[in-house]
């Protein structure tokens, strides 16, 4: 089982009601299309050079391109059934936990094209960064931002994380 960090959508957490509506994370990556069967080397391509679609004057660097493909292969398929999801929210005060169901990963082609990458999650009600430390300490939840990154399992503490999020689905 494994704790990864999502990003839910920037600043504003626009997928945010997205996520509760679907029943999953939902990520864009629509640059690249439908790379449920691709690999690596072929969602770099499809990836790289390309306009992003908000900002067409702005071209998909070849590093852009490299760490989209790693982060789709992770969701992809790295994210697995019973792993936990962190997704911070209003600028990391409050945090969305979600735990991953079965068959996580799906391409729907017929949503917004903004949210055609899913994977299925039972979300739990939203808890903020003061009851995580509260429980694990102020260390901890310094360690779950996202950053740069849409997708990332943190290094330190995955035990105390998924005991944590164990709890929340347990009541």
């Known amino acids: 089982m494994t704790v990864w960090i999502i990003a839910a959508g920037g600043a504003g957490e626009p997928f945010l009601p997205v996520f509760r509506e679907y ?9 690249g299309g439908d790379t449920s069967k691709m690999t690596e080397a072929e969602m770099i391509a499809a990836f ?29 398929d790295h994210v697995e059934r019973g792993d936990y999801l ?13 735990r991953v169901k079965k068959d996580p990963y799906r391409y729907e082609p017929e949503h917004d094209r903004d949210h055609r990458h899913l994977v299925r999650t039972k979300w739990a009600p939203t808890v903020t960064a003061a009851e995580i430390a509260e429980e694990l300490g102020a260390l901890v939840v310094s360690k779950l931002p996202t950053f740069r990154h849409t997708i990332r399992a943190p290094k330190v503490y995955q035990a ?3 005991a944590y999020a164990d709890k929340l689905f347990q009541q």
């Open 23 to 31: 029943k999953a994370a939902v990520f864009s990556y629509k640059e």
């Open 48 to 76: 790289e050079g390309k306009p992003y679609l908000e900002t067409p004057r702005k071209i998909i660097s070849s590093d852009n391109a490299r760490r989209y493909a790693r982060e789709m292969i992770k969701i992809r």
């Open 86 to 98: 962190y997704a911070p929210l209003k600028k990391n005060t409050e945090f969305l936990i979600g």
């Open 160 to 162: 105390e994380l998924t």
